[in-house]
């Protein structure tokens, strides 16, 4: 599967993101997806993840109550809803899928997929 993440931007504190994973393919709902992002100068961090249903959801201590994540099998397109944005949000967002099994993945080495990333600012 080939995943583009769009819609990164640059928002003041306080402030709402969407975030749209669009992936090519007819199996899409046979993965695993996952938000995972990267500030400058740090390792790359996991976000949120979503089952193949989009049922079941996992997130990151520091994101959870404000950020949603969803998935529309029928629009092979996954979501991220960032609310209440803080400073320490910023950094590169990237979209990934894992066709493996499990119900949902936190960790960046088992998703096999990777979109090329979208930039996320959050002015103080």
């Known amino acids: 599967v080939q995943l583009q993440a769009s819609g990164g931007g640059l928002v003041q504190a306080g402030g709402s993101l969407r975030l749209s994973c669009a992936a090519s393919g007819r199996t899409f709902s046979s993965y695993v997806m996952g938000w995972f992002r990267q500030a400058p100068g740090k390792e790359r961090e996991f976000v949120a993840a979503i089952s193949r249903s989009g049922g079941i959801t996992s997130y990151a201590d520091s994101v959870k109550g404000r950020f949603t994540i969803s998935k529309d099998n029928a629009k092979n397109t996954m979501y991220l809803q960032m609310n209440s944005l803080k400073p320490e949000d910023t950094g590169v967002y990237y979209c990934?899928?894992?066709?493996?099994?499990?119900?949902?993945?936190?960790?960046?080495?088992?998703?096999?997929?990777w979109g090329q990333g979208t930039l996320v600012t959050v002015s103080s």
């Open positions: 990934a899928a894992c066709a493996a099994g499990g119900t949902y993945h936190i960790r960046a080495t088992e998703y096999n997929c």
